[in-house]
C-alpha cells in the first residue's frame, strides 16, 4: 500500500486507545480466567521448547459422564494476541470452561514476545506449539487428528501462517496438513499498514522485506478453511482485513467471512467463551462438535 498518514493509522490499529474501558474488560478476563484455573483440571507451564517463553497450558477436555479427561477429544490451540508484544496465555483461560463444556480439550500456547523476539520468530514457536500438541495430547486425552486453531488479533495473524505451514519442514513424519481448520478474530493479515503505524514501530521492527515474508494474505492459498470474523464496532482497517483475507484467499479457503454486529476489538472474544456465541458455534464446526 502507498505511505498513509500515520495518525490515522495509529486511530485505525490501536485498538485499546479506542476502547477507554479496556483495564476494566482485562480484569475480568483475569478474574474469570482465575476462576477457571481454580474449577478445572490443567496442567500449566508445560515445556514445548528450551526458551522459558516456549510454554503452553492445557485444559483436558472434561468426561460429562464419569471423571477424567474424555478419551479421543478435539483440541482446540487458542494463540492470543496483544500486538505480539504483550498480554499472556493465562490472561485468556476464560475461554476454556465452555469448550470442555462441550467435550473439547483447550490447549493455550506462551511466545516469546517483541521487541525482545520477531515476529518471524514468534511465528516459529507457535509451530512448534502446534508440533508439541500433535505429538502429545493424546497423553492428555486429546485426538491429534482433530485439532483447529483459533487466534486473536495478531492471534490470528499467526494462526493464518500455521494454516500454511510446511510441517514436514517443522517435523519429520506430520502430515502435510495436520490441522482441521482455524478460527481468525480480528485479525491481521496485510502487515505493511502494521509496520507504517508509528505506536508499533520500536516494538515491531518490520521491514518492507518481513512484511512479505509475513503477510498471509499474500501466501498460496491453503487446504484447510479459515473462518474470518470481525467486530462491527471496529476501526474501518480491522474490517478491511479481514474481507481481504476472504478477497485474496477465495470463498473455498475462507467460507466464512463475517461481521459481528456491536463487538469491537475486545467483547468479541467473549463470543467465543460464550456457549450461545457466534464464534463458538463456529470453532465447534471446526472441531466437529457440531
Request: charged share 20%; net charge negative; glycine share 8%.
Amino acid at each position: 500500500m502507498a505511505l498513509a498518514d500515520p495518525a490515522w493509522l495509529d486511530a485505525e490499529y490501536n485498538a485499546r486507545a479506542a476502547i477507554p474501558d479496556h483495564p476494566a474488560i482485562f480484569e475480568r478476563w483475569r478474574a474469570a480466567s482465575e476462576l477457571a484455573r481454580s474449577q478445572l483440571p490443567c496442567e500449566l507451564d508445560v515445556a514445548y521448547g528450551a526458551d522459558p517463553a516456549e510454554r503452553l497450558d492445557v485444559f483436558p477436555a472434561g468426561d460429562r459422564t464419569a471423571q477424567g479427561a474424555t478419551a479421543g477429544a478435539p483440541v482446540l490451540v487458542f494463540v492470543h494476541g496483544g500486538y505480539w508484544r504483550s498480554l499472556d496465555k493465562a490472561d485468556h483461560h476464560f475461554i476454556a470452561p465452555s469448550f470442555v463444556a462441550d467435550g473439547a480439550a483447550v490447549v493455550l500456547p506462551n511466545y516469546s514476545l517483541c521487541p525482545a523476539a520477531t515476529i518471524e520468530q514468534i511465528a516459529v514457536q507457535t509451530a512448534q506449539a502446534v508440533v508439541w500438541v500433535l505429538q502429545h495430547i493424546g497423553e492428555f486425552g486429546g485426538d491429534p487428528s482433530r485439532v483447529a486453531l483459533a487466534g486473536h488479533s495478531a492471534g490470528a495473524h499467526l494462526v493464518a501462517m500455521l494454516l500454511c505451514c510446511r510441517w514436514k519442514d517443522v517435523a519429520p513424519g506430520l502430515p502435510l496438513q495436520p490441522l482441521q481448520g482455524a478460527l481468525g478474530v480480528s485479525g491481521l493479515y496485510d502487515l505493511e499498514p502494521v509496520r507504517q503505524a508509528p505506536f508499533l514501530a520500536d516494538d515491531l521492527r518490520l521491514t518492507p522485506a518481513s512484511v512479505r515474508r509475513l503477510s498471509p494474505a499474500f501466501f498460496p492459498r491453503p487446504k484447510r478453511p479459515l473462518y474470518a470474523v470481525v467486530g462491527g464496532d471496529e476501526s474501518s482497517e480491522f474490517r478491511r482485513q479481514t474481507q481481504l483475507i476472504r478477497d485474496q484467499w477465495g470463498p473455498t479457503s475462507v467460507p466464512v467471512c463475517e461481521t459481528l454486529v456491536g463487538q469491537h476489538h475486545l467483547s468479541i472474544v467473549t463470543s467465543l467463551a460464550d456457549p450461545a456465541g457466534r464464534l463458538h458455534d463456529l470453532a465447534l464446526r471446526l472441531l466437529t462438535l457440531r
